[in-house]
């Protein structure tokens, strides 16, 4: 299966190793990625704050060249890259944006690929087909299972799962053997693009997931962001800095991309998935 | 041309001008209203006369062109505020029907700053007042109401629409004519069915023998929507019919089952995928095969497209004044002759006693007078109003050569605007008189 | 809301709630004050307003306090509670048009500095690069915060981080960047701020 | 040709200053087809009337105008007059020449002729009326009440102690509805069962309510007056006639463990099951659905048990058919489903905040059940969790109702109320606790209302924040509640032990369908249309057919026991006689022409339109045909306007009528 793939600054920065993660996982399962020739970032939170046009010009200059290139389906594992192309997909189902926007991007735009996060491309791989692969179950993990804002969020937007209580990750996630844990924090903020400009604000949120989801029996938090693997992962340290006085321990979390975690089941060593190159590598 | 010159909103002096005022108001509300208007001694213009009604919903659009007839100058039509309706939803059916014939008038040129709506309750006896003094004043301005059937000097310098039908396609018989042969042979020698009515070498075939099939053609020349011979009394008397149907044609039968005329258990319907035949409605087609028939013969790979794309006769009307329409129309009704064709071909009209021919009273002047034939062209297109499928072959058959359809596409489209209805098109649909919608507009009612 | 690049601008000065409303397409009077976006918003706590105190000083018309105010820049943006707004009101859509306004006419809150310079960063960045170049980003980002704030501080928070990332292979001197650079300027070109900056006096 | 007389009244001063009464009975006179024309000070004395009535008598008048006021105004007079004198009200004629002449106008030339105009109009229409007779439709003394609930029960005991017989259809085992099962009420916090179970008792008692408990309208036929209905019962497996309540089949029931539908799932009960000790009727029914010898032919104790032998495990559905002359729709409501899944469409429900995951998480109704002194805590309030006693309660308004995206929009009007109610309910059980509650807005409209929210707040520690909560999760035991207070500004966290969430009412299911069988309107939400929302608040669309209670809007108990007996009343003027009359102005189909397309039967606001069919005196078919029923017409004339051929007319508003007034006009 070949799908388009729009990686998005994060994941050819400082998260590369998440696409490392998914070139491993999903090539084992016969899913070949084939990176939009010559993307741009869309634009993230910087445009939709700042400019309102340009957050849709932006993405909507990949969405174009996704389908110049050919492409039924485009996988974006960055939730909030997604998000922004299921955006413009929105504008431009009335057909009221789609002409000026074709015009600033300077190339056709249909609008009628399909965008997809890293759940919907695994359950179009299939469940079954999942389980069958695995090769070592994941017995050892007890996941807490991370949506964040923008995978269900805006709903009439995204149109994915139940924005509320969403539980498709957690289907994947038992594929590989794993179990997981019901807890409050699944579809909360983990203050995402203001790492570096609001660190108080991040350090918070993380603070109040990392320590909602041990409390709730999770050996691992798992995660389909970039943006949410940093503030988890990179930033625990900091998190502990600063909060570990109150609890009077340190919170060790392990914090997976949810393709590592596949990736482990079907028998790829941590080395090959970049779990090496996490902040948090063991509790 | 001084009638002219107050469509064009330059008021003229008419003086010792008073105008005449025909109101129909509902018992409950308005009457109530300006009766309140009396006790409590609000003066006003003596020019209107009220005639009283149970409900708006008794108000028919035959009573707004008698009203003209008589020699009215103003209409008014007022009734209970929406909600307020004494038998619930009077008002709300009115006010839907009053949309629909507004837009008639309006492509017949007419001035509709004659015609008011107005929802009046039993406490606004203040509304009654100003609105009955507004409306005099304001037609008193207008001057009196000539337009219609009196306007002789108009006629003569009325502009014609672009006209000539498309160049006909060169004849090509169709692949699928074979089948279709083979197909009727087989319903009338089995028995399945005992007449089809098909194409012919000239006009309709109506055949009740299996050896006959071969007479029957299948062109990108069968132009005509062969529904319209479901309703004669003397095929009915055959037993049940095969009747061969374009896309187009196909939603004629939808309409007429919505209205209980056909049992369409009791129809075979034998539909032809078609390309095109060449006429000004294949440029609104928007299907190439049906979708209800029990079979489907031929292939449709898109409609042809026409050489010669017709003139948009209906934009090039509705591009005209006001006045210019009324003047086109007068002089193409004078043409008229009352042959009734119009109705005799239409697959909708199928009463039994047409209103045309109804004495008493008498709702519409029988003569091919102005009078009568407006009022029979307003009567023919409101019946049709979100029933017409546009087959066109009220302009086809009329002998004067008068493109009545232009009047069905108006309400065509009044139907797909306001409601978002297509005639024919969605057998659940409900239809648009006979239901409402309280969001229904209304912005034309004061 | 049926969406559509024509726009209208806000105009200069104070925006009237309807403007506001329409820019956001969404409908600033239909809310009734049920406080649901603050009571489930992660951060609001941290704001000078509250979600709802904005939306009603909004529906006040008073748009020069909301511009001003700490709460659009502390907005993380994690549409909450536009999601379960009862009224179906965008309030999340509402951060956005006020933080480009805000922006646009120069209001945005003193201490809230450092978010505002980062999302012009970044934009800046792209507009550059095509795509981000994070380690220029960080660089420009810091400058401008110690140029505008005299925060030195900022120049060492994260130092730390740096051989971290490096050690993780996850720290690019030299950034990707788009081949077409020439396209993305000239979409920035096109796509000018809804919100019209002010006249300089 | 006909002999009309004409008859202008000056109206004292009122008509004669402005019209020249004199002028106008003149030319009038002149009119064709009028043989008198006088005019009087006053018409509608004494002696003006005679002057009608004798000329009507001497001159053999086949038709009379009355020149004077609005026929709203004396019509009727006239017409009574006229039929004291032999000529038939339907004769008669109005010409309004006060308030819409003399009234309006001051220059007396002008008034004079457009007061001959009105008269002429008149004239016109006189011509072309033809005596009518008022309408007599039979009518079976008898009427159905749907639902035995408080509305139901206080109708159906109007009805029945004014004489009349009733029937009683209730969809559950018992009758008592919502309020059975209530523990206090607001304001007085009187015991619910103690002021209704009474009322239950008498309608089991009353020898004119036959009540069919357990049992659903299948179908409705007939009009106003002559309503034939089928009554499914549902198998109980318990005769009735037999049983004598004692118990013994449910104390030995093994099956004891189910949820309890009286208790909403709070409680449990036997297979074999009163759902309340006061239920009425006190006969037990068996669950089909969990029953050991139904499902597997096992058990079966209940009917060894048995001293009566009134176990009947063959028993089948029966239906039965019942004639009314009149109907009362008191089908109440239910709460709306807080959890995820929704019934429509239109309906979302609450994910955030966790109804159906969290156990402490419930509905206004189950806390009713748990605080209740016969409830399955036997008035302990416990949480249902674990049966802790709560201490901090967080009761949150407005749950589904004025909810937009939930797909309610609407006030359910009695929350604030029984909120209120709820935290002095819980502070009188557990002193040391504490109640918050979210609100929006407190309305609290009704006789000591206010003061009782005040209460609950002054006296009893009630917390009340301005806000709606946004999530509930639970860590460590406690539910979390994240809302607002929007007066001060800020979120509000509590960790509470219980939740109580005021739901929003929704009609009863099925209401819908129901609605159709009656063809009664629904609005959007399943709510019964009344005819009008203030003149006729309990009438529908259909005559003879009523409504009452929850089933309109949400309501409470006052006033849903005052529109059942609003309701009731109507339907007392309706039986007492054994005819009901109405007016013969209603539409009628030339059946010859009518085309069938049936477009006036889509139109007509009073489904009075029917299919009928055209025979022969043999039977042989000739055609399909409209038909008016003429018990439901009620003459507002819409067929006619939408019919193509007009083959439909009004009667007294004629289409010959119309036509001859506008055209008098020329």
């Given at each position: 299966m070949n799908i388009g793939y729009y990686p998005g600054c994060a994941l050819h920065g400082s998260s590369n190793d998440y696409e490392q993660s998914l070139r491993a996982c999903l090539g084992l399962l016969d899913v070949q990625l084939q990176e939009i020739k010559d993307w741009i970032c869309c634009g993230a939170t910087a445009a939709h704050s700042l400019n309102h046009k340009l957050s849709l010009a932006l993405p909507a200059r990949n969405l174009a060249l996704a389908e110049r290139d050919g492409h039924k389906q485009l996988f974006a594992p960055c939730p909030l890259c997604s998000m922004q192309l299921l955006k413009v997909q929105k504008a431009i189902a009335g057909n009221g944006a789609r002409g000026e926007l074709a015009q600033i991007v300077e190339a056709d735009l249909r609008g009628d690929s399909q965008v997809l996060n890293l759940i919907q491309v695994f359950q179009n791989i299939g469940l079954d087909r999942l389980k069958a692969a695995v090769k070592i179950p994941q017995k050892e993990i007890t996941a807490a299972c991370y949506y964040g804002c923008l995978l269900t969020r805006p709903p009439d937007v995204?149109?994915?799962?139940?924005?509320?209580?969403?539980t498709s990750m957690e289907a994947v996630v038992a594929a590989t053997g794993a179990k997981t844990v019901d807890w409050n924090y699944k579809t909360e903020c983990c203050g995402a693009g203001m790492t570096m400009a609001n660190e108080d604000t991040v350090l918070d949120l993380a603070h109040k997931i990392l320590s909602n989801a041990a409390a709730h029996g999770a050996n691992c938090i798992v995660v389909a962001c970039p943006m949410c693997h940093v503030n988890l992962d990179m930033k625990q340290e900091a998190v502990n800095r600063r909060y570990g006085k109150k609890h009077g321990k340190k919170l060790g979390m392990v914090v997976y991309y949810l393709s590592d975690l596949v990736g482990l089941a079907l028998g790829i060593s941590a080395e090959q998935l970049g779990i090496d190159r996490h902040f948090v590598t063991k509790a | 041309m001084s009638d002219d010159s107050t469509r064009d909103g330059t008021m003229t002096e008419n003086k010792g001008f008073e105008p005449k005022i025909v109101a129909y108001v509902c018992n409950w509300c308005t009457y109530l209203g300006a009766d309140l208007a009396g006790t409590t001694r609000l003066e006003y213009p003596p020019n209107v006369r009220i005639i009283r009604l149970p409900c708006t919903g008794r108000i028919d659009f035959n009573l707004i062109v008698k009203g003209f007839e008589i020699g009215a100058d103003a209409v008014l039509v007022s009734g209970c505020h929406p909600g307020d309706c004494h038998y619930t939803a009077g008002n709300y059916h009115a006010r839907r029907r009053w949309i629909l014939f507004r837009e008639l008038l309006d492509t017949l040129g007419f001035d509709l700053r004659r015609i008011h709506f107005t929802w009046i309750s039993a406490a606004e006896g203040k509304k009654w007042q100003q609105v009955i003094t507004e409306m005099t004043e304001q037609t008193r301005q207008l001057g009196p109401y000539t337009d219609l059937y009196a306007n002789g000097s108009a006629q003569d310098s009325a502009n014609d629409l672009p006209s000539g039908p498309p160049t006909?396609?060169?004849f090509k018989t169709l692949p699928a004519e074979g089948a279709l042969r083979e197909s009727c042979r087989k319903l009338l020698a089995d028995g399945t069915v005992k007449v089809v009515i098909g194409y012919g070498q000239r006009g309709p075939a109506i055949l009740t023998r299996a050896e006959d099939a071969g007479r029957l053609v299948w062109n990108n020349r069968c132009v005509s929507n062969l529904t319209t011979y479901l309703k004669r009394k003397e095929i009915k008397a055959l037993g049940k019919p095969a009747v061969v149907v374009k896309p187009c044609d196909e939603k004629s039968l939808v309409v007429l089952e919505k209205e209980s005329q056909l049992d369409r258990k009791n129809i075979h319907v034998i539909g032809m995928a078609c390309e095109g035949v060449g006429e000004p409605k294949c440029t609104f087609c928007t299907a190439r095969t049906p979708r209800f028939a029990d079979e489907t013969l031929g292939e449709a790979a898109g409609p042809a497209s026409l050489a010669d794309p017709p003139p948009n006769r209906f934009a090039a009307l509705m591009a005209m004044a006001p006045a210019e329409r009324m003047a086109f129309w007068a002089k193409q009704f004078d043409r008229c002759v009352k042959c009734y064709a119009c109705r005799q071909v239409c697959p909708m009209c199928y009463c039994e006693r047409c209103i045309a021919d109804k004495n008493r009273p008498i709702a519409i002047d029988p003569a091919p007078s102005a009078k009568g034939n407006f009022a029979w062209q307003i009567a023919r297109a409101f019946h049709l109003a979100a029933r017409c499928v546009g087959c066109g072959e009220c302009s086809r058959a009329c002998p004067a050569g008068i493109d009545l359809a232009l009047l069905n596409i108006a309400l065509h489209k009044a139907a797909q605007v306001n409601f978002g209805y297509d005639a024919g098109v969605d057998p659940a649909a409900e239809p648009v008189v006979g239901s409402y919608a309280l969001q229904d507009k209304e912005d034309f009612i004061g | 809301m049926e969406q559509s690049l024509e726009d209208n601008v806000l105009p200069q000065g104070t925006p009237d709630s309807f403007l506001l409303g329409a820019l956001a397409h969404t409908h600033l009077q239909d809310c009734y004050q049920c406080g649901k976006c603050t009571a489930g918003c992660p951060v609001a706590v941290r704001m000078d307003l509250a979600p709802n105190q904005l939306i009603r000083l909004l529906q006040l018309d008073d748009s020069e306090t909301a511009l001003r105010s700490s709460t659009i820049w502390e907005c993380?943006?994690?549409q909450t509670c536009s999601a379960r707004c009862p009224k179906s009101v965008d309030c999340a859509g509402v951060m956005d048009v006020l933080r480009e306004a805000s922006l646009a006419q120069h209001k945005a809150a003193k201490p809230q500095h450092a978010v505002v310079a980062f999302q012009k960063a970044f934009l800046d960045n792209i507009r550059r690069n095509g795509r981000l170049a994070e380690l220029e980003l960080i660089g420009l980002y810091k400058a401008d915060v110690v140029w505008n704030t005299g925060r030195i501080g900022v120049l060492f928070k994260d130092a730390g981080l740096a051989p971290q990332l490096n050690k993780r292979k996850k720290l690019h001197l030299l950034p990707e960047k788009a081949k077409d650079r020439g396209v993305v300027e000239r979409i920035f070109a096109r796509c000018s701020a809804r919100c019209s900056e002010p006249e300089k006096k | 040709m006909s002999k009309i007389g004409v008859f202008t009244c000056w109206c004292g001063e009122n008509i004669a200053r402005t019209v020249d009464v004199d002028e106008v009975a003149k030319r009038v006179a002149g009119f064709p087809g009028v043989v008198c024309s006088l005019n009087y000070k006053y018409m509608c004395s004494d002696p003006g009337q005679a002057m009608v009535r004798e000329k009507i008598a001497s001159e053999k008048l086949d038709g009379i105008v009355v020149a004077s006021c609005s026929p709203h105004m004396h019509l009727k007079t006239f017409r009574k007059a006229a039929q004291t004198a032999g000529l038939n009200p339907y004769l008669v004629e109005m010409a309004n020449i006060r308030e819409q002449c003399s009234w309006v106008h001051h220059d007396k030339p002008s008034a004079t002729a457009k007061a001959i105009d009105i008269i002429r109009l008149s004239v016109a229409k006189v011509r072309n009326d033809v005596p009518l007779r008022p309408i007599q439709v039979p009518v079976t003394r008898r009427a159905l009440v749907i639902g035995g609930g408080v509305a139901g029960i206080q109708a159906a005991l109007d009805i029945a102690d004014a004489g009349h017989e009733v029937v009683m259809v209730e969809r559950e085992p018992s009758i008592g509805g919502k309020m059975a099962g209530l523990s206090e009420t607001f304001p007085t916090l009187d015991c619910s069962q103690c002021i209704l179970t009474p009322r239950m008792v008498e309608v089991g008692q009353h020898p004119r309510i036959k009540l069919y408990s357990y049992s659903e309208v299948e179908a409705v036929d007939g009009f106003v007056g002559n309503f034939k209905i089928k009554i499914r019962q549902k198998a109980r497996y318990v005769d009735v006639s037999k049983c004598t309540g004692c118990g013994d089949c449910w104390s030995v029931c093994p099956l004891k463990k189910n949820p309890s539908e009286f208790d909403y799932g709070m409680g449990m009960r036997p297979a074999i099951y009163i759902p309340f000790p006061q239920a009425v009727p006190a006969r037990p029914v068996i669950d089909k659905k969990v029953c050991a010898k139904l499902i597997r032919n096992g058990c079966g104790l209940c009917e060894k048990k048995c001293k009566a032998g009134a176990i009947d495990f063959k028993d089948e559905d029966r239906v039965v058919e019942e004639s009314v002359g009149c109907i009362v729709v008191a089908t109440g409501y239910k709460l709306y489903n807080i959890a995820k899944e929704q019934p429509k469409a239109s309906l979302a429900g609450y994910g955030e905040y966790g109804y159906g995951k969290y156990k402490d998480v419930i509905d206004s109704l189950q806390f009713e059940r748990l605080i209740s002194a016969s409830g399955p805590t036997g008035g302990v309030f416990k949480r249902p969790s674990d049966g802790a006693i709560p201490k901090n309660v967080v009761f949150i308004s407005c749950v589904g109702s004025r909810d937009n995206a939930k797909g309610m929009p609407y006030c359910s009007k009695i929350c604030c109320m029984y909120t209120a109610k709820h935290t002095m309910l819980y502070k009188h059980k557990v002193h040391d606790g504490q109640a918050h509650v979210f609100y929006m807005d407190i309305r609290a409209g009704g006789k000591g209302y206010d003061e009782f929210v005040r209460r609950a707040i002054e006296q009893d520690g009630a917390r009340y924040y301005r806000g709606r909560v946004s999530k509930i999760t639970q860590e460590n035991g406690k539910l979390i509640v994240r809302g607002a207070d929007t007066l001060a500004g800020t979120p509000v966290e509590i960790e509470a032990d219980l939740v109580v969430l005021a739901s929003a009412m929704r009609p009863a299911d099925g209401v819908e369908e129901l609605a159709q069988k009656l063809n009664i309107g629904y609005d959007e939400f399943g709510f019964l249309m009344e005819s009008h929302p203030k003149l006729r608040p309990v009438e529908t669309n259909t005559g003879g057919v009523f409504i009452a209670g929850a089933c309109q809007a949400p309501k409470d108990i006052p006033e849903a026991v005052a529109q059942a007996s609003a309701a009731a009343s109507k339907v007392q003027v309706m039986l007492a006689a054994d005819e009901l009359t109405r007016e013969p102005e209603i539409a009628a189909i030339n059946e010859q022409t009518c085309a069938a397309c049936y477009t006036c039967l889509h139109t007509c606001p009073y489904h009075a339109i029917e299919r009928a069919e055209v025979r022969t005196g043999r039977g042989v078919f000739i055609k399909n045909t409209a038909r008016v029923n003429a018990g439901l017409c009620m003459g507002c004339g819409t067929c006619v306007s939408v019919c193509p051929s007009k083959s439909a007319d009004l009667q007294g508003f004629s289409e010959q009528q119309i036509y001859a007034m506008v055209e008098s006009l020329v």
């Open positions: 995204t149109h994915f799962d139940d924005f509320e209580q969403p | 006909p396609f060169e | 993380v943006s994690c | -």
